[in-house]
Nanobody
Framework: QVPLVESGGGLVQAGGSLRLSCAAS????????MGWFHQAPGKEREFVAA????????YYADSVKGRFTISRDNAKNTVYLQMNSLKPEDTAVYYC??????????????????WGQGTQVTVSS
């Protein structure tokens, strides 16, 4: 069973919005936190946002603060990334990931155990 499945990517004009979803299987639902990362062509994968399942505490990269919102629906085992005021530089493949050991270093991709397959987000100027 695939542990994480992303959806919701697509093509949008600058200033527009998209909402990404990440559905977690029962195994990864027992994780401590979920994160979103993105990777643009030719660049390293970068942290975008994270949320702790139990407390709902959220963390954001400076580049997306005020524009993106991460949320979770515990009943649906799903995490969302609402992206508003999108910019061309937000263009990337977006990945969700699950952290299972309770690490507080949620901005580091090495912290995460399970990863989704990624969904493409393209923002045109």
């Amino acid at each position: 069973q695939v542990p994480l499945v992303e959806s919701g990517g697509g093509l949008v004009q600058a200033g527009g919005s998209l909402r990404l979803s990440c559905a977690a299987s029962r195994r990864t639902f027992s994780s401590y936190a979920m994160g979103w990362f993105h990777q643009a062509p030719g660049k390293e994968r970068e942290f975008v946002a994270a949320i702790v399942w139990s407390s709902g505490s959220t963390y954001y990269a400076d580049s997306v603060k005020g524009r993106f919102t991460i949320s979770r629906d515990n009943a649906k085992n799903t995490v969302y990334l609402q992206m508003n005021s999108l910019k061309p530089e937000d263009t990337a493949v977006y990945y969700c990931a699950a952290e299972v050991y309770g690490s507080r270093n949620l901005g580091d991709e090495r912290t995460y155990t399970y990863w989704g397959q990624g969904t493409q987000v393209t923002v045109s100027s």
